[in-house]
Structures are given as structure tokens and as C-alpha cells.
């Protein structure tokens, strides 16, 4: 067993998240050590292969060749999880952690978006804690704010932009006029986008980290399945221009609140008025906009990605649990589980892209229909194209219910005007 002045760690994973974290840890150990008021000490490390070129000396600590025997370790007080997935090795170092009564920190969105609500409850039945600050918003400290400095408030509403992968490119699109492919290349050679890039683009990513947000401010049980997810890949060029035009600026939006007792968790790009600190959101940073009921507006903006501030979350969270290893998450009572609302009850402003036949009356056609579905309109903008005869038309309605918009747009589509199905972009007050 460790003494009481020391807190030692079991870190399994050496990728650039982890080797980020020792880094950290060796370089800034004395001041680590006064501010957690324990000597942190890296008793093993574990990864895929020993034999690997790294950029640390792995001859330093024990290397244990089964990830699992660290959770058994009498000698080890934390695992520091740093491989990702939600399943798998992932998922057995977070039990086998628990029940062996082990601290467990982690960066793995994936895992506690999946299982997250789950290892709460074990935890609260043993005093054991789980800490995972770096999965979400990387270097902000959104989760503990949550957590801690927020424990006394209600969470109203969260809006975020969470992944710095979408955020580059719509910024990209925004500043320097790229189509959406154009965009995805520069992300990629700058390393800001995967090789394969689905999980991001198309929004799941940002879910993951969203209801680990729901998860803390409303005890809510995740469910992927029941949020509602739409990625940017339907972005065009024309969406940018035309929503500068209209005064708006178009961003990855993640939104979680609960309305009449349901949980509204959205994922989708939206509309944002350039005037909003969320527009000025720019590259790959990240941002969390909290209202509690007393704390009002909050606003986190920050490194949302990359090794060394994910190592710093990382690092933070093994300084919170050195303080105190029986430290209990201040995690909401867990509540019967709420319905999810569906996105078809959304009532908001929406922006509509149409790309029509330039004939007489087109924009008529269209806009009876939409009076037809109790739609009225704040703006219109119509450019066309003499040479092939066809043009834009973008209408930005008022207020109206998302059904409504999406009965009128299928009625629309069948118009001999319409050229391609007409696009559909929300506008969120943030």
C-alpha cells in the first residue's frame, strides 16, 4: 500500500495524449506536487508496444504488459485511461477500476458518453470517483465548472461548439471563400481532421461530448439514439454568402436543455447573427455558453483538441484526485429517466436554400405554400443566373414550428421549378 503523502499512477495508453500527459508530469512535478499536496508518482505504464520509438524514456517506470493487472495493483492509487473507444480494453479498465476501488481518469468521450451514467452509479454505491475533464472542450474546464463551481445552480441551457475539426472548416469556408472539399483538404494538411473524418463531419463526435454535458448539469441518462444529429457536410459555399448577406455566420451548434420536461439535446449546424460572441468563434477553438438560473450567462472559450491541452485536463483531474481519494463527484441525483423531445416540436426562425427554374411566379408557388403551412417570411434575397436560367432564392422565415417547415419544403420539392430539394439550415439566438 502507498504511504499517505503519495498518490501513484497507473497509465495505460502512450499515444500523443499520453505521452503529452508524462511530459506534463515530469516537467512540472514540484509544482504539481505543492498544488495536489501529495507526491504523484507514475508507478506503471501499459501500452499496444513496448518496443516502439517514443519521445519519453519508458525505462523509467514499470511496464506491465496486461493493461487489466494495473486495476488489481495494490501499489497503484489512480488508472489513467488514454486509449479511447468506447468499448473493449476501454470499457474493462473503467469496471475492473471501479470494483477494484481504484480512482479512474480518463479522456475518453466515447466511454463516458456510453457508459458514463452507468459507472456513476456503481461509484456512488462505493465512494470511488471518476474523473474525465479532458473529454469534453479539451483545455476548458467546463466539466468541473458543471461539477463544482456551478453545483448550487441550475443548468438552463447549454449552447457549444465542440469540435474543432467542423469549426476550422466552416471558418475556412467563412474567411477565405472554400467550398466544403476545398476546406476538408486544408483541415487535414494541418492536421485539424482525421484521415477519415465521419465521426467528426457529420456530428457525432460533438453528441458524444454533449451528453456528457446533459449527463452533469440535468442527470440525465444518455441515449445517441433519441438526440437529434445532422453534420456539416450539406454546407455550401452559397449558405456561407448568403447567411453573411442575411447577417448571420453558420456554426457546428450543440444544444442541451430540458422544455416541458423533456430533454431537448440537439447536434446541427445553425445560423448564429455575426454580431454573437459564438460567431467570433473562429478556427479550431471550442466554446461552452451556460446559463444557470443564478449564475446567468457564462461564457468558456479555448483549445477544444490537441495533446497538450488535452494533457492539461488530464493532468488537472489527476491533481483533483490526489487531493482526495475518497472524492465524490458532486453528480445530480440520478432522475427517472426524462423523454427526449423531438426535433419535429422545435419552433425557431429557419433559413431555406432553393435553387429554382427562373420563370415567372417560382417565387410565388413557393411562398403560398409556406403561407399554407402557417410560415411567414423575414427576408428574401433572389440571384440568378441568366445564362443557365436558374437562380437562388433564400427566404429567412419568422417563427414558425419545424413540422410545419418540413411539410412545406416536401410540398416544395415537388414544384417543376425546383431544381434540387430545397436546404434547410435553424437560426439559434446564442
Known amino acids: 500500500m502507498n504511504n499517505a503523502n503519495s498518490f501513484s499512477l497507473g497509465i495505460v495508453g502512450l499515444g500523443t495524449v499520453g505521452l503529452a500527459t508524462i ?48 486495476t488489481e495493483r495494490e501499489d497503484i492509487d489512480a488508472i489513467v485511461e488514454l486509449i479511447g473507444g468506447s468499448d473493449g480494453l476501454a470499457k474493462e479498465l473503467a469496471y475492473s477500476s471501479i470494483k477494484n476501488k481504484k ?55 447549454i449552447h457549444a461548439i465542440l469540435n474543432g475539426t467542423c469549426n476550422y472548416i466552416l471558418s475556412d469556408m467563412t474567411n477565405n471563400s472554400k467550398s466544403f472539399a476545398d476546406a476538408l483538404i486544408k ?48 454546407i455550401k459555399s452559397e449558405d456561407i454568402k448568403y447567411a453573411d448577406r442575411l447577417g448571420y455566420k453558420i456554426k457546428l451548434i450543440c444544444i442541451a436543455s430540458i422544455d416541458n420536461n423533456k430533454l431537448d439535446f440537439r447536434v446541427h449546424p445553425a445560423l448564429c447573427l455575426s454580431k454573437s460572441i459564438s460567431a467570433g468563434i473562429g478556427g479550431a477553438l ?23 491541452p488535452t494533457a492539461s485536463s488530464v493532468v488537472s483531474d489527476i491533481i483533483n484526485a490526489a487531493k482526495s481519494n475518497k472524492f465524490f463527484n458532486n453528480f445530480h441525483s440520478i432522475k427517472n429517466e426524462l423523454k427526449y423531445k423531438n426535433i419535429m416540436s422545435r419552433v425557431g426562425k429557419y433559413y431555406l436554400r432553393l435553387l429554382v427554374s427562373d420563370k415567372i411566379g417560382v417565387l410565388a408557388s413557393i411562398t403560398s405554400i409556406l403561407d399554407e403551412n402557417d410560415i411567414s417570411l423575414d427576408s ?46 435553424r437560426v439559434e439566438k446564442i
Open 187 to 234: 483541415a487535414k494538411e494541418l492536421g485539424f481532421a482525421e484521415a477519415d473524418p465521419t465521426f467528426d463531419i457529420e456530428g457525432i463526435d460533438s453528441a458524444h461530448k454533449l451528453v456528457i454535458l446533459g449527463l452533469l448539469a440535468y442527470g440525465a441518462k444518455p441515449n445517441l439514439d433519441n438526440v437529434y444529429i445532422e453534420g456539416i457536410t450539406s
Open 286 to 308: 471550442n466554446a461552452v455558453f451556460l446559463e444557470g438560473d443564478y449564475s446567468k450567462k457564462l461564457t468558456f472559450i479555448g483549445e477544444g483538441a490537441g495533446a497538450e
Open 23 to 70: 511530459k506534463l508530469l515530469e516537467n512540472q512535478l514540484d509544482n504539481i506536487n505543492k498544488k495536489s499536496g501529495k507526491n504523484i508518482i507514475i508507478k506503471a505504464i501499459s501500452a499496444k508496444d513496448k518496443n516502439k520509438s517514443r519521445s519519453i524514456d519508458i525505462n523509467k517506470y514499470d511496464w506491465e504488459e496486461s493493461p487489466l493487472k494495473l
Open 380 to 425: 428574401v434575397i433572389q440571384e440568378g443566373n441568366e445564362i443557365q436560367e436558374e437562380k437562388y432564392i433564400i427566404i429567412l422565415t419568422h417563427d414558425c414550428n419545424e413540422l410545419n417547415i418540413i411539410n412545406a419544403i416536401n410540398k416544395i420539392e415537388n414544384l417543376d421549378t425546383i431544381i434540387i430539394k430545397p436546404h434547410l439550415i
Open 103 to 157: 480512482l479512474f481518469i480518463t479522456a475518453n468521450k466515447a466511454l463516458i458518453a456510453k457508459y458514463g451514467y452507468d459507472l456513476h452509479e456503481r461509484i456512488s454505491k462505493i465512494g470511488s470517483a471518476i474523473y474525465y475533464e479532458a473529454a469534453v472542450a479539451g483545455a476548458i474546464p467546463v466539466i468541473n465548472s458543471i461539477k463544482d463551481g456551478l453545483v448550487s445552480d441550475n443548468i438552463i441551457s
